[in-house]
C-alpha cells in the first residue's frame, strides 16, 4: 500500500516549505533514511530522509513547488504500484520526526514525469515540441519566475526579461536558468521601446518616469522571516536602550597572550568571543537577562544560549552557542568559527539556529561605533557591539589612552526594567574590564 510523504516540520517556527531539488527520480528504489529532497525552510535549507522504504511512485509536488506543512509531497510503495484518485486522503497529517542534514553539494536531479498514456495523433505526423514560452508577466509587470530561478539569475547575472519560460503559464523555473547559462547567455539587453507617435502629456510628472526604471526582488523564505519576526518585535517589544563604554586594553593585552601561546592552527578567542563569555556569565547571573516575555507571564530559562549574529548573503542569520556559560573562551571561539562557516555555506542546520536565550550582534569590525539591535523576539534583550578605538581614558586620576569599546543593549520593559539592564550590563563591562575572570 502506497505511504504518503507530506511537507515536513523541519524548524518549530516553520509553516510551509519549498522544494528545491528532488535526490531520487520517480521509479527509484528508497531505503528508509536515505536522503530524498531538498527543502527550503524559513531558517535554512534543509535534506529531509525518507520516512519510508519502497519505490518512489509519485513526485506530487514539483521543484520549486511550495506548499503547507502536512501536503503531500510524493507517494513510496510497491513497484508498478498504482495510486488511486482518493490516494492523497492522508495529505494534511504530520510527517514522521526527521533527521535533518545538511544539504550536500550534488549535481541537480530533475524527476521524471510520471508515465502518461501515449495521446493517438489525428494524422500520421507526429507533434512537434512545445517550445517555451515568453516570459508571462504578473499583475505589477513583474516577470513571473519561482523564487529559486530569481536567486539563480541575480547570482549569474541574467535578465528575466530575456528569458523564455518553460513553467506553468509561461512562469520561468530552475531549468530555464540552468539551460541559459549552458548556452553561455550574458545579461540580456532589453529590445528598445517603440517611439511614441506624439508628445505624451504630462509624463515629466510621472512618477515613474522621474525615478527611472524600477525591479523588483522576492523574499526569500529566510528574509522573509526575519522581516517578519523584526517588525513583530518592535511593535510589540517596548524597547528601551542602555549604552556603555568599555576600556579594553586589558582585554587587549589577555588576547595577544593568548595568541602568542596558542600552537599551530589553534583558534585564537576574538574579542567577541569574550563579549559572548562574558555575557553568558551575567546571563547566569541575571536570570531575567536570560528568560522571555510570552502570553502574559515570564519565562526563565534554566540554559544560557547565546546567539551570534552572522550576516549572510543578503540575510542575518543566528546561530547558537549552547550552554555558553559553561564553555571556556577557547572551545566558544572553535564554536563560534565553525558556525559561522555552516552559515556562509549554507549548511547550517535548524537545530543550530533555535533555542537562543539572547543575543550578541557586533557590527565592530565594519567600523561601526554605536547602534541599537532590534530585539530577537520573545528574548529579553540583544546587545550590540561596536568598533575598539583609540580614545583617552582616565586611571588614577591621570589621563591615558586606551582602547575603548562602546556597547548598548536594548531591553524588552516587559521583563526587564532599567535598574536590572543596568546591573547586568554593568556586570558584562566588568568582566571585559578584567578579562581573568572570563577563564572562570
Known sequence: MAVDIVMPRLSDSMEEGTILRWMKSAGDSVEQGEELVEIETDKANMVYEAPAAGTLIEVVAEENATLPIG????????????????GGGGGHRESP???????????????????????????????????????????DGRVKASPLARRMARERGLDLAGLAGSGPGGRIVKADIERAVAAGAATPTPPPAAAPVGPTPGAAERPET????????????????????????????????????????????????????????????????????????????????NGAYRDGRLELYS??????????????????????????????????????????????????????????????????????????????????????????????GEIAVGQVMPMTLACDHRILYGADGARFLDRIRNLLEEPLGLAL
Open 97 to 139: 520526526s526527521p533527521v535533518p542534514a545538511s544539504a550536500a553539494s550534488r549535481e541537480p536531479r530533475v524527476p521524471a514525469p510520471d508515465p502518461l498514456p501515449a495521446p493517438t495523433p489525428s494524422t500520421s505526423e507526429a507533434p512537434a515540441p512545445a517550445a517555451p514560452s515568453p516570459p508571462a508577466a504578473t499583475d
Open 71 to 86: 501536503e503531500v509531497i510524493a507517494r513510496v510503495g510497491e513497484p508498478g504500484e498504482v495510486v488511486s484518485d482518493g
Open 210 to 289: 522621474a525615478k527611472g526604471s524600477t525591479s523588483f526582488e522576492d523574499l526569500t523564505k529566510l528574509q522573509s522571516t526575519v522581516a517578519r519576526r523584526m517588525a513583530e518585535s518592535k511593535a510589540t517589544a517596548p524597547h528601551f536602550y542602555l549604552s556603555v563604554e568599555v576600556d579594553m586594553s586589558r582585554a587587549v593585552e589577555a588576547r595577544a597572550r593568548l595568541k602568542a601561546a596558542a600552537g599551530e592552527g589553534e583558534p585564537v578567542p576574538s574579542f567577541n568571543d569574550m563579549v559572548v563569555k562574558a555575557s553568558a556569565i551575567a546571563l547566569r547571573e541575571h536570570p531575567r537577562a
Open 303 to 396: 540554559r544560557v544560549n547565546v546567539g551570534v549574529a552572522v550576516a549572510a548573503r543578503d540575510a542575518l542569520v543566528v546561530p547558537t552557542v549552547f550552554d555558553a556559560d559553561t564553555k571556556g573562551l577557547r572551545q566558544t571561539a572553535t564554536e563560534t568559527r565553525a558556525l559561522a562557516e555552516r552559515v556562509r555555506d549554507g549548511t547550517i542546520t535548524p537545530p543550530e539556529l533555535s533555542g537562543g536565550t539572547f543575543t550578541v550582534s557586533n557590527l565592530g569590525m565594519f567600523g561601526i561605533s554605536n547602534f541599537a539591535a532590534v530585539i530577537n523576539p520573545p528574548q529579553a534583550a540583544i546587545l550590540s557591539v561596536g568598533a575598539i578605538a583609540e580614545k583617552p581614558v582616565v586611571r588614577d
